[in-house]
């Protein structure tokens, strides 16, 4: 480079502001033990107080759950574990006391791991979304459940629609000798977002139905019934059928609840009342090939929603780790202040 260069060119450097120089004001805190120990004790008891209070809200839920696997001749359905078919069998109970209401109904799976990364992906989100071209050419992400042996378009394709819970169930109550049967409510049981954004029914033209959209696509090997036929309510069948769309939403953990119903509506929008309750099982799903597990729950609900200890019990550990670690620092002061002060009087 000329030294004429560096005459003629001027230096790049930043613009002279606060910005650009650094020069805006900032705070910098200086941590003494006047401001760390008292931080320390605030935040331990606030986190033992929310910690209490999620715990006691946890236990006030009522549950009551049902294993109906049938792994044991000791179990229930017990003669339906080894069926190949449709069968049917009966799980009794008794309500030693008001079950509060509403009454959240779930099943729940053990054993079966819904976040294995194929599995996760194994669908067709556009086809789900009534794409009619997806619905014709499904997502090479739905191998092996893409197409079917006559080389027809799956719907809904992939594993995870494959493998959707298919028991029934019916609850009824001994009502003195009689037995009335418990109204299940099946809607409003899925994510809102999922119901009325995620999952859409191709678009029909005129008088044309949903079953002849979904004309010349094939069902997933593991339905007894196409989409189109999942649920005898207009507005809650093919791909926006509830129990459908809370199936698709995978779970985390290899044992999850899903929500299968909600008892809201009747003589017992309040709750269920003591006494003997049947639960009429239609078991279609087996488990124990995988060596899984399967239960009704039934449960209620606080503001903080279903029965988990673990956030409670999180914040009391928290909140228990602070103070303790506050009380540590505080003995530690006491004798250093204490030590300075012999010093300065032996001086």
């Not at 000798?177 to 809102?192: A, D, H, K, M, Q």
Request: aromatic share 18%.
């Amino acid at each position: 480079m000329k030294s004429s260069d560096l005459v003629t060119k001027p230096f790049q450097r930043p613009d002279n502001t606060a910005f650009t120089q650094q020069r805006l004001p900032a705070w910098q805190p200086l941590l003494s033990a006047n401001i760390v120990i008292p931080f320390f004790f605030i935040a331990g008891l606030s986190f033992i107080a929310v910690g209490i209070g999620l715990y006691y809200s946890s236990n006030s839920i009522q549950e009551l759950e049902r294993d109906y696997t049938g792994a044991t001749p000791e179990g229930y359905c017990y003669e339906c574990s080894n069926s190949s078919g449709a069968c049917y069998c009966n799980v009794t109970f008794n309500i030693k006391e008001f079950f509060k209401g509403p009454v959240y109904f779930y099943y729940e799976l053990s054993n079966f791991y819904q976040n294995h990364y194929r599995y996760l992906n194994s669908r067709d989100a556009k086809q789900l979304s009534g794409i009619t071209d997806s619905l014709k050419s499904p997502s090479n992400d739905c191998v092996p459940y893409q197409w079917n042996s006559e080389n027809k378009p799956i719907a809904p394709c992939g594993s995870i629609a494959n493998s959707m819970f298919n028991d029934a169930f019916s609850l009824y109550y001994n009502d003195k000798g009689n037995y009335v049967e418990v109204p299940l409510t099946r809607f409003g049981i899925s994510w809102w977002t999922d119901y009325n954004v995620k999952f859409r029914n191709p678009p029909t033209n005129g008088n044309e139905t949903l079953s002849s959209v979904f004309e010349g696509t094939a069902k997933p090997p593991r339905w007894s019934t196409p989409v189109y036929n999942l649920s005898s309510y207009a507005n809650n069948t093919g791909f926006i059928n509830e129990d459908f769309i809370v199936w698709m939403r995978t779970a985390a953990l290899p044992t999850f609840r899903k929500l299968y119903r909600k008892i809201e509506y009747g003589n017992f929008s309040s709750g269920l009342p003591p006494g003997d309750y049947v639960m009429y099982v239609v078991y279609n799903y087996p488990v124990l090939s995988f060596g899984g597990r399967k239960k009704i729950v039934f449960s209620s609900i606080s503001w903080m929603g279903g029965k988990n200890p673990f956030l409670g019990i999180a914040y009391l550990v928290c909140g228990s780790l602070c103070t303790l670690f506050a009380i540590i620092m505080l003995i530690v002061f006491l004798k250093t202040s204490q030590r300075d002060d012999d010093d300065d009087d032996g001086y």
